[in-house]
């Protein structure tokens, strides 16, 4: 196993340096493997954050702000949504939703004159003592509540130390709803018998396949390392485990002039916090 593939064991599940370094390879022209997700396009949705609240009134606070909200002419009061994290004292206030496109050669996000219009009636908003009530305002990417099974399929809840990386999904030009994306693709593998998982970051959307203990990582007396039987044979086990595809397609890497794909790796299963 090479140094980079050594590496990528050590690092938690979420591997933002793993594309990165991929920046400059070439994309492949291979098929997707059948995965019916991959040919999806799904509309990117962003909403504005107004304020983020913490402490012990955090509810009590963020829902008299939204009266607030709702009571402004101009503001669409079914627009409003407070949400609220008992566990980590904690709310957010957000407001709208906005379908935003990216440019196919730059990659830029538009900005809607809607949600121009809105952040700036926001953002302006005054307290009695014309203090600015949301001067954080922020727009976001909007995140689907997730249904109760499909929580259940969260990469934190998988049993073992490892599980195996088989795609990757992020913003690219019309290539969007990342998230959305990976809840598809874990459905569509579960829906086959296959025990998949999703891992949510705030750009990428990472899915997994099986879940493996310690064992999984052996390590020679030469100090080089090798993945156990067990990895070995799930990924050969479906053609389509043998890669990490990105957005549906397989990145081709060169080395001593000789392409191959990007493959399949391990990555250490992440645990929620108590």
Same mark, same amino acid.
């Given at each position: 196993?090479?140094? &980079?593939?050594?590496?990528?064991?050590?690092?938690?599940?979420v591997l933002l340096t793993l594309l990165l370094a991929l920046a400059g390879c070439e994309s492949g022209g291979r098929s997707n493997g059948g995965f019916q997700v991959f040919t999806r396009r799904q509309p990117e949705l962003w909403t504005i954050l107004c304020t983020e609240l913490t402490g012990p009134y955090h509810r009590e606070n963020c829902l008299a702000l939204a009266d607030s909200l709702r009571a402004t002419p101009d503001i669409r009061s079914g627009d409003v949504r407070p949400e609220h994290n008992t566990a980590e004292q904690s709310s957010r206030l957000y407001y709208g939703k906005y379908r935003r496109r990216r440019h196919p050669r730059t990659n830029r996000l538009d900005t809607s004159k809607q949600l121009r219009n809105d952040m700036f009636l926001i953002f302006n908003l005054a307290d009695d &003592?014309?203090?600015?009530?949301? /001067?954080a305002a922020r727009a976001v990417r909007y995140i689907?509540?997730?249904?109760?099974?499909?929580?259940?399929?969260?990469?934190?809840?998988?049993?073992?130390?490892?599980?195996l990386q088989i795609a990757v999904f992020y913003p690219e030009g019309d290539f969007t709803g990342?998230? +959305?994306?990976?809840? &598809?693709?874990?459905a569509e593998l579960r829906g086959e018998g296959h025990e998949a998982y999703f891992h949510h970051e705030e750009v990428m959307s990472m899915v997994t !396949? /099986?879940?493996?203990?310690?064992?999984?990582? !052996?390590?020679? +007396?030469? /100090?080089? !390392?090798?993945?156990?039987?067990?990895?070995?044979?799930? &990924?050969?086990?479906?053609?389509?485990? +043998?890669y990490n595809y990105q957005n549906g397609r397989v990145i081709n890497k060169k080395l001593d002039d000789? +392409?191959?794909?990007?493959?399949?790796?391990?990555?250490?299963?992440?645990?929620?916090l108590p």
């Amino acid at each position: 196993m090479t140094t &980079q593939a050594i590496a990528r064991l050590r690092v938690p599940a979420v591997l933002l340096t793993l594309l990165l370094a991929l920046a400059g390879c070439e994309s492949g022209g291979r098929s997707n493997g059948g995965f019916q997700v991959f040919t999806r396009r799904q509309p990117e949705l962003w909403t504005i954050l107004c304020t983020e609240l913490t402490g012990p009134y955090h509810r009590e606070n963020c829902l008299a702000l939204a009266d607030s909200l709702r009571a402004t002419p101009d503001i669409r009061s079914g627009d409003v949504r407070p949400e609220h994290n008992t566990a980590e004292q904690s709310s957010r206030l957000y407001y709208g939703k906005y379908r935003r496109r990216r440019h196919p050669r730059t990659n830029r996000l538009d900005t809607s004159k809607q949600l121009r219009n809105d952040m700036f009636l926001i953002f302006n908003l005054a307290d009695d &003592q014309n203090r600015r009530m949301f /001067g954080a305002a922020r727009a976001v990417r909007y995140i689907q509540p997730e249904g109760l099974a499909l929580r259940q399929w969260a990469l934190t809840n998988a049993p073992g130390t490892y599980s195996l990386q088989i795609a990757v999904f992020y913003p690219e030009g019309d290539f969007t709803g990342s998230r +959305k994306l990976a809840g &598809q693709f874990v459905a569509e593998l579960r829906g086959e018998g296959h025990e998949a998982y999703f891992h949510h970051e705030e750009v990428m959307s990472m899915v997994t !396949i /099986g879940s493996f203990d310690e064992s999984a990582v !052996i390590t020679r +007396k030469d /100090g080089t !390392i090798q993945l156990s039987e067990e990895v070995l044979r799930l &990924q050969a086990a479906d053609p389509r485990f +043998k890669y990490n595809y990105q957005n549906g397609r397989v990145i081709n890497k060169k080395l001593d002039d000789t +392409k191959y794909g990007s493959p399949s790796f391990l990555v250490r299963i992440p645990r929620r916090l108590p």
